[in-house]
């Protein structure tokens, strides 16, 4: 006996199955986490080195390439980029999207502790971090009219950041434009040179002078004493009067050469709050683990930040910059909204066909089933609750009841014929049991090349495609248990149906037959199908071409940069003198303006070049605005020009990636063996993309302008005074390059001591002479007489990809254009100007963008391979799925010309909408060749049995088409990136739905064979 026979039999087993699954769903849901996408950033581990001082060309060629070539034994790696700046190397390690995080950042420090025999002996240890691809859960500015800006970061980074950082989920509590505490010793020169002393002998005092040793203790015969012996310098007096030579009698002190105070590690860099006059400003931002549930992490902070505003000092403002959260809320809040809007218009759909309580709510209840159904699946699988998912409930909402339906319909039509409910519930359930099995397979099927996708695509969507299918697949079990029950106990033979029924069925069996005398007259001329079909394909060609194709449709997130850079060698009061003129560009030119803060020398990393500096924007939530994100991103292109020191372009976070760079869509990457190469062709190749119609703001993170003092040290003349070159070297680095002379604790913490002549004592290359090195008899001589300088340009920085010199060509879009124009355009570019010798890859979002270009292909011409072989196996057929796969082309057509009209473009939601047709539309042409089959076996001819099947199967499927479009129309009206989606599937089912009742039983009729009988069974041989 089937499971509708059994489920008939005992209805009891039937009602507890379904309410059992509601229960693992309920309780799955509990367990849920909260996010905007699932995990679509590739574990990234990076490696940061910094060296005070040191060259580009030094850190590239003595930390980062050792580095580079140990950590590229790693396995599992996607790729590997590097830049080397000044005093820091930064290696970005991403692996592919299946490895294991921990795993990655192990091996990377095996490999990094293998070449640290391999880097400068002075280099500080390189650090090895677990990154998220820069995302953020909440910016919060610290600031105080009161106190002193290392006064606002101490408490930031201690007291703030120490109880944020254990909130469950948070990676790292970052501070931004800190300024943490540091002992400085600003050296006179002049006077250093009076007294005969070098920079080493500071740094030698200081190792002898602030020393903590354990001293041991005293031991008695009843008790000890721990002997702890007070030897490090703490106050700026202690520095001062800290002895750095005596002679006799004569004591020279610190104070004598120079002077100490306590100021910041990093005196170049700064968080500015252009709100509040460009007042100097300490940024926290929380960065999430991967995978963490960012609403809940937001949540908590929140809930802490309500106990430190209580706790710490009144005088302290703690605001909130930005909420990242809140474009996640609101666009989880608008698909929830979606949900129940589709359930409702779905219930509308059935109760107008089915006319009667009884009927409308046998399908109805397969919906709450398979959709809580869904939240156990999650659950199992490890997934959250995010807009994929959720819009794969929305879209599930019209698919689950499609079984349920053509179940109840049929077992309906038996009752209405004269059966009872229980005789037409076992008949009606046994004729469409093959028909919901096969349409409910063909459907979860189209989903499973989604789970081969590589990439961002298949992560993407790895979840979208297990809900809806999971939840089909339930609604087939439901369509087989719970609505036969439901059929058999609740629908009743009706000898005077309902008064809506008597007034509507007229017009519902009045549709029928007009149906019936239209198509009979098409199969007169069935040939026409041939050339419909051919239409479509010829639609199909032209329309895809003139769709312009991106990675996913830009939203309204409330934030837009502004991105800057000044010349090369530009100094940061230079930077700073621009950005205080953007600062207030910003303020008084951007409508519903939230907050805005300028960001110098961008400090979320390693010392960063005092040349850049971002102007970070946030608008007021969209409905409390008047215009929108686009419009600011305008208004911030058209003046981006007026600024003539420094270069500006405006920069919006993309949909899916990091929300909190300042990369542009378009990035190509150049890549040479040598600088040389590179710095040979990219000039012409700059030249040619500024030229172009479809980019602007385009630049290159390459620059070989940068002005460097190129030191040539004498010899001869060094060695003939006992003075070695690294002596002269170390001298140079004690002297300018803020090198760390030592530590000293202070409130309990340690802090860096760090010596640098005064900043007026280093302005000019000729302040060089004032430098002295010692000769072997103790002599000073001027560094004047060893050295001689001339000025030249270098790389402000080096970068590397994949182990090889690179240069990443950014830029941004000119309006009306997609990324797939920019990517098209670099590559038509690099095809006119680069030699073969020069190699080009794709970086961030562009990247993302080709790769899901690629996959979805493969995944729907997958998708169509499977279904023609699983309906092949189904009806022991090779021509009846090639009929039912000619419903493929139509939908596609109706996709394509919806995102024509409607002005959007093929992106990955849009694409992923074109494979869920394939499942949605096969489903109509699968009810159809079914009965038509039958119909054949019980006498009639091929034509005869389309015509009647198509009849017959005409209010089912037009019901089920409706539901599913109506399911889909709340997704398709949304103002986001997602209603691509619901306009291909409500615009492919329009289009092809129609075309589907007249063309598949038009090419049925020709290419259907007459049944083969069944073999009997072969008598054993004896």
Do not use: C
């Not at 995080?101 to 990094?112: T, Y």
């Amino acid at each position: 006996m089937s499971l509708s026979g059994i489920s008939i039999q005992r209805p009891v087993l039937a009602g507890v199955l379904s309410v059992l699954i509601i229960l693992f769903g309920i309780v799955g849901f509990s367990y849920l986490g909260v996010r905007e996408y699932p995990v679509t950033d590739s574990p990234i581990v990076t490696v940061t080195t910094t060296y005070p001082g040191a060259s580009p060309d030094v850190i590239a060629y003595q930390i980062t390439k050792p580095l580079e070539e140990s950590i590229g034994e790693a396995n599992g790696i996607r790729t590997i980029s590097s830049v080397s700046r000044e005093a820091a190397s930064v290696i970005t390690v991403e692996f592919n999207l299946d490895a294991d995080l921990e795993a990655a950042a192990n091996d990377v420090r095996d490999k990094v502790t293998k070449a640290r025999r391999l880097l400068p002996g002075d280099v500080d240890p390189p650090i090895v971090e677990k990154a998220n691809a820069g995302d953020v859960v909440i910016f919060m500015a610290v600031e105080s009219k009161t106190r002193n800006i290392l006064e606002v970061s101490n408490i930031a980074s201690t007291v703030i950041k120490e109880r944020m950082q254990t909130i469950p989920g948070v990676k790292r509590v970052g501070i931004a434009g800190e300024k943490k505490y540091a002992m400085r010793l600003r050296i006179d020169p002049a006077k250093l040179a009076a007294y005969q002393l070098t920079p080493s002998d500071i740094e030698q005092a200081l190792r002898k002078e602030n020393v903590d040793l354990p001293s041991g203790r005293v031991e008695g015969d009843q008790n000890e004493l721990t002997v702890r012996t007070l030897g490090r310098l703490t106050q700026e007096r202690d520095f001062n009067n800290m002895i750095i030579r005596q002679e006799g009698s004569t004591i020279i002190r610190f104070k004598d050469i120079g002077y100490a105070e306590l100021g910041a590690e990093n005196e170049r860099t700064a968080i500015l709050n252009s709100l509040k006059g460009n007042s100097p400003t300490i940024g926290v931002f929380v960065e999430p683990q991967r995978g963490a549930n960012a609403v809940a992490i937001a949540d908590e902070f929140y809930r802490r930040l309500k106990e430190l505003r209580r706790e710490i000092p009144s005088d302290y403002e703690l605001t909130i910059g930005k909420d990242f959260t809140e474009p996640i809320r609101a666009s989880i809040s608008e698909v929830e909204e979606t949900l129940f809007i589709a359930f409702g218009l779905v219930i509308l759909i059935l109760f107008i066909f089915l006319r009667d309580w009884r009927s409308t709510i046998i399908p109805v209840v397969a919906i709450p089933v398979s959709i809580i159904s869904a939240f156990f699946i999650m659950y199992v699988a490890g997934y959250s609750i995010n807009i994929l998912t959720l819009l794969a409930l929305v879209l599930a909402i019209g698919l689950v009841v499609d079984d349920a339906i053509v179940v109840l319909e049929n077992i309906y039509a038996k009752v209405e014929e004269g059966m009872s409910p229980i005789q037409a519930a076992f008949k009606g359930s046994s004729e469409i049991y093959f028909a919901v099995i096969s349409t409910t397979i063909t459907l979860a099927a189209v989903f499973l090349p989604i789970l081969f996708l590589p990439g961002i695509t298949g992560k993407l969507f790895q979840e979208f495609a297990i809900v809806v299918a999971g939840s089909v697949l339930v609604s087939a079990f439901v369509a087989l248990t719970l609505s036969p029950m439901m059929s058999a106990y609740l629908l009743k033979h009706q000898e005077k149906p309902n008064w809506l029924y008597r007034k509507t069925e007229p017009y519902f069996v009045a549709l029928n037959r007009a149906y019936e005398k239209s198509l009979s007259w098409f199969l007169r001329y069935r040939w026409t199908a041939f050339v419909a079909l051919a239409a479509t394909f010829g639609l199909i060609y032209i329309i895809g071409r003139q769709l312009p194709s991106e990675l996913a449709p830009l939203e309204d997130r409330s934030q837009i940069s502004l991105a800057v850079l000044a010349p090369e060698g530009s100094s940061y009061e230079y930077t700073e003198k621009y950005m205080n003129e953007i600062a207030r560009f910003s303020v008084d030119s951007t409508p519903g303006l939230f907050q805005t803060y300028s960001i110098l020398a961008l400090t979320f990393g390693p010392p960063a070049p005092v040349n850049i500096a971002v102007q970070n924007t946030f608008l007021k939530k969209a409905g409390e605005r008047t215009t929108t994100q686009a419009d600011v991103f305008e208004i911030y292109s058209r003046n981006a020009q007026q600024f003539r020191g420094v270069m500006v372009f405006p920069v919006q976070p993309p949909t899916i990636g990091s929300r909190f760079g300042q990369a542009q869509p378009v990035q190509y990457v150049l890549q040479a063996q040598n600088l040389a190469a590179l710095t040979d062709v990219l000039p012409k190749f700059m030249a040619e993309a500024r030229k172009s119609d479809v980019l602007r703001f385009v630049d290159s993170d390459l620059k070989v302008n940068k002005p460097e003092l190129v030191l040539k040290i004498d010899r001869d003349k060094a060695a003939e005074l006992g003075i070695s070159v690294a002596e002269i070297a170390r001298s140079l680095q004690l002297a300018l390059s803020g090198q760390r002379y030592g530590y000293f604790i202070y409130n309990d913490r340690q802090y860096e001591v760090i010596g640098q002549l005064q900043r007026q004592e280093r302005d000019t290359p000729y302040d060089l002479k004032a430098l002295f090195v010692r000769t072997r008899t103790g002599d000073m001589v001027s560094l004047d007489n060893l050295v001689s300088f001339r000025e030249s340009v270098s790389p402000a920085a080096i970068y590397r990809y994949d182990q090889a010199i690179s240069a990443t060509v950014s830029g941004g879009l000119a309006p009306g254009k997609t990324i797939g124009d920019g990517v098209s355009e670099m590559n038509r570019i690099a095809k006119k100007v680069l030699p073969p010798s020069i190699k080009t890859s794709l970086a961030g979002e562009s990247r993302d963008f080709s790769e899901s270009s690629s996959s979805l292909l493969f995944a729907f011409i997958f998708a169509l391979v499977l279904i023609y072989l699983l309906l092949a196996a189904q009806f022991e057929s090779l021509i009846d799925p090639f009929i039912i796969l000619l419903t493929v082309p139509m939908a596609m057509t109706g996709a394509l010309l919806s995102l024509w009209i409607f002005g959007q473009t093929l992106n990955i939601f849009s694409q992923i909408g074109i494979i869920t047709l394939i499942g949605l539309i096969t489903k109509n042409g699968i009810l159809i060749v079914e009965f038509a089959n039958q119909s054949k076996e019980q006498g009639l001819n091929t034509l005869e049995a389309a015509k009647v099947a198509a009849a017959s199967r005409f209010r089912p499927i037009l019901m089920t088409s409706l539901a599913m479009i109506f399911g889909a129309i709340p997704i398709a009206l949304t103002e986001n990136s997602r209603n691509s989606l619901g306009t291909v599937i409500v615009g492919g089912l329009l289009f092809a739905g129609l075309l589907t009742l007249y063309i598949i039983p038009a090419v049925y009729s020709y290419f259907s064979r007459v049944p083969k009988p069944k073999p009997e069974e072969v008598p054993e041989l004896v």
